[in-house]
């Protein structure tokens, strides 16, 4: 029997085995991830702040998993060997494939930053935020020990997708933080540091500005212009001035760092022909050399025929290329001829804040409550179509009328 084997239980490997689960064809999946469990990536910022329990985002893969046609693997990938068709595990295990299909995802990226690694907390899987929200309370009761205002400090480093989202759950979770700390919500101080000027660039001005506007009235204080050259123990070094290059300091004892990802390491360390950790792929999601193997999601870089540049990493594209590979994997299975992958995008949203979102649905902008409302049932049409009516019940978002 021919064997298919999934690498990454997110948003896109979940949904090629559910896709795949489907088919009446004979074969046998082999499903491999870490965890037991999937987690919701586009809400880790929540656990990070404290706003959702991580058992709010995470459900077990074992409900996903059909036993009679799937073996779920629990354990880390290290490579890939597309020559062999083989694929090693940190449990010396080594697994061989007739269809191989990679969704690993993303991890953070520091872009050779010196003190990254060391002195800024990343927020790319479950453990990680729950790493960021278990500092951030650490640092409220070290506040009450030693009354040094900096403990009280977060600094977000990065204002894209990920960084705005976070901070204004960092706004919202502020009333529970300042409790641990015995201080009103005003003195938890939280400021973020970005690059470039314009924040929120796939976004109008208009749209962009909704945003920055409530999130500075909710006492955000923005660097804006200022690229992070160095991190310290509890300090982030800015560049001040483009002209003289001068660089000043910004201290606070939790810095979180949110300014962009790469695709897992094991595209690099499997020879992929990769950057930043995303491999070029064929239009129909296949590895350029090996029409075996399909690289989906956030290590995969497919180029959008109209902007002529890659699909962003979104789970909504990740969904949707899950979509095609078990589509395709179906057509090889019967000597058919594979489709190409399209994307036409349902608009993008970014939360800020349980209650205020904005952003674009097909070509119109929304903003404030509608997109708020919008953003949660675009969460919960990803459980129910992954996840499952049961997981969509559990771990959906219908809290909207508050
Ligand atoms: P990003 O690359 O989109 O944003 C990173 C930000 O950090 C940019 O604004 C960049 O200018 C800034 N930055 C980079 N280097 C810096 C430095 N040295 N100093 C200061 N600032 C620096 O990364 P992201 O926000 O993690 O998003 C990753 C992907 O996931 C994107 O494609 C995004 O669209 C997607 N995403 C989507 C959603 C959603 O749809 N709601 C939510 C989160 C992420």
């Known amino acids: 029997m021919k064997e298919v084997v999934i690498l990454g239980a997110g948003y896109a490997g979940l949904r090629t085995l559910k896709e795949l689960q489907k088919s009446k064809e004979a074969f046998h999946i082999t499903l491999v991830d870490q965890n037991t469990y999937h987690f919701e990536a586009t809400d880790l910022h929540e656990v990070a702040a404290g706003t959702q329990p991580k058992e709010k985002i995470t459900y077990n893969i074992a409900d996903v998993v059909k036993p009679e046609k799937t073996t779920f693997i629990q354990a880390k990938v290290v490579k890939i060997d597309r020559e062999k068709e083989e694929v090693f595990l940190e449990s010396g295990q080594v697994l061989t494939y007739d269809y191989l299909v990679v969704g690993l995802g993303f991890q953070s990226e520091s872009f050779g930053i010196p003190g990254v690694t060391e002195y800024a907390l990343e927020m790319v899987d479950v453990d990680s935020a729950v790493k960021v929200n278990e500092h951030i309370h650490e640092m409220m009761r070290q506040y009450v020990a030693t009354k040094d205002e900096n403990f009280l400090k977060i600094i977000v480093c990065g204002a894209g997708f990920t ?54 009235d909710w006492g955000i204080q923005w660097y804006t212009g200022k690229p992070i050259k160095e991190i310290k123990p509890g300090v982030v070094v800015y560049q001040d001035d ?12 939790t810095i979180i760092w949110t300014t962009g990802v ?88 970014a939360s800020i804040g349980n209650t205020h979102a904005l952003g674009l649905v097909g070509k119109s902008s929304v903003k404030g409550y509608p997109a708020s409302f ?14 499952g009516v049961k997981e969509a019940l559990a771990k959906g978002r219908f809290d909207l009328y508050h």
């Open 163 to 216: 960084g705005i989202e976070l901070l204004g759950s960092l706004v919202e979770g502020k009333k529970a933080l300042a409790d641990i700390a015995g201080v009103t919500p005003d003195k938890i101080q939280i400021y973020c540091v970005e690059a470039v000027t314009r924040l929120l660039p796939m976004f109008d001005e208009k749209l962009a500005d909704y945003a920055v506007k409530h999130l500075t």
């Open 374 to 387: 919008i953003k949660k049932m675009i969460m919960n049409k990803s459980l129910l179509e992954t996840g």
């Open 262 to 349: 790469s695709g897992s390491h094991v595209m690099g360390d499997s020879g992929f022909s990769e950057r930043r950790g995303r491999v070029m792929v064929s239009e129909d999601l296949t590895d350029p050399d090996h029409k075996n193997v399909y690289v989906i999601g956030d290590v995969s870089a497919v180029m959008d025929a109209e902007s002529q540049r890659p699909y962003p990493t979104t789970a909504q594209i990740a969904l949707k290329m899950g979509t095609t590979a078990s589509k395709n994997i179906i057509h090889q299975l019967k000597g058919e001829k594979t489709e190409a992958f399209t994307f036409k995008s349902q608009g993008s949203v």
């Open 242 to 253: 483009a002209e003289t290059k001068e660089t000043k300091e910004l201290e606070a004892k």
